[in-house]
């Protein structure tokens, strides 16, 4: 298994149990960064263009409010692309828990571990909107892959329920015991 965040393999650090279940979920982009600078120059020589014009037929008061716009679409672009840089949440399941360590802003990172003996998978509908992938245990609750998409959600419950499920009652092969 490859090393995913900070030094993480297959085994936690100072525990010897392998791992029953890893998911990577990162945000998804379909805008590369040569993507955005093609959108930022298309949108800026769009702009340059309009407040041309405008400032031609003597609207010269538009030139500084198209200014300021492109500035925040600039902005908000900019702050698109850096979040998606940031943002990634990894699960990882072995006898001891859940994991769930999540990288943030600055290269933060957050670190949360759930006991397996009270995990439970819940997937909570909201009307009108993807549904919520939780995590239970014990009192605790936390909300996973919150990036997914529906049926992603759907798909990642299922597999982890299901690595849940192995991990507590596992099935063990002993050729002595065979017909």
Known sequence: ??????GMTDTWAGNRNPLSFEAVIVPHRSLSRRGLYVVIGFIS???ALISFLCWRLGA?????FNGAEIGFALLA???HAASARRA?????????GLRV?????GGRREETVLPVGWLRVVLEERRGR??????LAQGARLEVGAALGEEEKRSLAAAL?????RLRHPVFDNPQLRD
């Open 101 to 105: 360590v999540r990288a943030g802003a």
């Open 161 to 165: 329920a299901d690595a849940i499920e």
């Open 45 to 47: 020589a769009l702009s």
């Open 1 to 6: 298994m490859r090393d995913k965040i900070g």
């Open 77 to 79: 672009l900019n702050w």
């Open 130 to 135: 993807v549904p919520a992938l939780l995590v």
């Open 60 to 64: 010269w008061p538009v030139v500084g």
């Open 88 to 96: 990634s949440e990894v699960l990882l399941l072995g006898e001891d």
